[in-house]
DNA sequence: TGGATATGTAATTTTTAAGTTACGTAAATG
DNA sequence: CATTTACGTAACTTAAAAATTACATATCCA
């Protein structure tokens, strides 16, 4: 696994990340509580951790010699901002779709 | 270009289908019209408004020998309730600190 | 009706993410 | 202080997505 910059939207395009995700919404966990989840190996974990770090989606803190991953809410921004272009997008559309009924109703009744 | 079935977050992880997105938040447009906003060939193109299809991000009308793309909610859906189970988590979050909070504070003025 | 246009599909190649194994290091522990 | 534990990293393999080229089909138009 060599650590290409993945941006926001292909980091939680894997599921394994997501599931961290949900997991770490829970506890905070170290590495290898978090890879006791998993099928894969602890390495693999670790990469997925690092992944989920430098974009923004937890912070880590180092006891001794374990690291606590801790659910951080910078990663998700960039996936609101998205989401919320396009709920105006679908609410701007059905407001349209109100004014040209409204319309037609006024047109019936004159 | 083999034809995988992806899931939503796997869709919009390309950010050609993301950039396809906006553009028909705008208009509604045929592959041809989409194609000209991309240096990739066409042939990519309407791959990647098939998996944009296929995951319901898009609906498509044939008119004669044209294909309409139209931008389509029901894609979203799966990535609004990731988003609001986190935003969820980060408003409990915060609730538990205010309480937190007002107890330290209530104790001070005892 | 013949050529141009709009598109889909199949085969292949390229790219890249994801996983594994093997190994290294620092902290805890007996 | 030797060993175990918790982790990181490098090298490599595997798997899968993305792009291309070449070709097929249906519609439109002169």
Redesign the pocket.
Known sequence: ????T?DTF?VI??P??RKMLKLLSKNSL????L?DNF?????????????LHTAGFIS?QD??????CILKQDGFNELQEFISYFDKFWVSKLKKLETLLNNKLDNKNN
């Open positions: 696994m060599a650590q290409p993945l292909q395009a894997d394994s990340r170290t590495i290898n509580n890879a099928d894969m190996s602890r390495p693999a974990v670790s990469k997925h951790v690092k992944i880590i006891i001794g010699r374990e690291r606590y």
